[in-house]
Nanobody, 127 residues
C-alpha cells in the first residue's frame, strides 16, 4: 500500500505563488512516476505535471508550462514530490491531487495510468 498526503494549498492573489507538497509513504521504492492533477468545479480532473522517479524527467500541461515546476526528493522511508506554482491565474483555481504510478516508466499524463491518489488540497486564486 501507498499513502499520499498533499499540503500547501490555500488562497493567493493572481500573480502570486504557492508550493504544494505530496508526502508518499509505504512501498514507494517501486514507484515509477508521480504526477499532479487538478479538478475545478464542474470540470473533469486534468493533468498538470508529471515526473519520472528514477530519471527526474518531467512533463507539463501546456497551460502551466513555464509557470509550474515539479520536483522530487527521494528518501528511504518517505519520498516527497513538490509542485512550485508561480504567476498563478484565477483559472488555476482547483483541487490539486497527487498521484503515483507503479506500472510504466516515464512521466505520464494519463489519469488512468496512476494507481494511488491523495485526498487533494484546495488552491484558490483571486483576481
Amino acid at each position: 500500500q501507498v499513502q499520499l498526503v498533499e499540503s500547501g494549498g490555500g488562497l493567493v492573489q493572481a500573480g502570486g505563488s504557492l508550493r504544494l507538497s505530496c508526502a508518499a509513504s509505504g512501498r514507494t521504492f517501486s514507484v515509477y512516476s508521480m504526477g499532479w492533477f487538478r479538478q475545478a468545479p464542474g470540470k473533469e480532473r486534468e493533468f498538470v505535471a508529471g515526473i519520472s522517479w528514477s530519471s527526474g524527467s518531467t512533463l507539463y500541461a501546456d497551460s502551466v508550462k513555464g509557470r509550474f515546476t515539479i520536483s522530487r526528493v527521494r528518501a528511504n522511508a518517505k519520498n516527497t514530490v513538490y509542485l512550485q506554482m508561480n504567476s498563478l491565474k484565477p483559472e488555476d483555481t482547483a483541487v490539486y491531487y497527487c498521484a503515483a504510478n507503479f506500472k510504466r516508466y516515464g512521466p505520464l499524463n494519463i489519469l488512468q495510468e496512476y494507481d494511488y491518489w491523495g485526498q487533494g488540497t484546495q488552491v484558490t486564486v483571486s483576481s
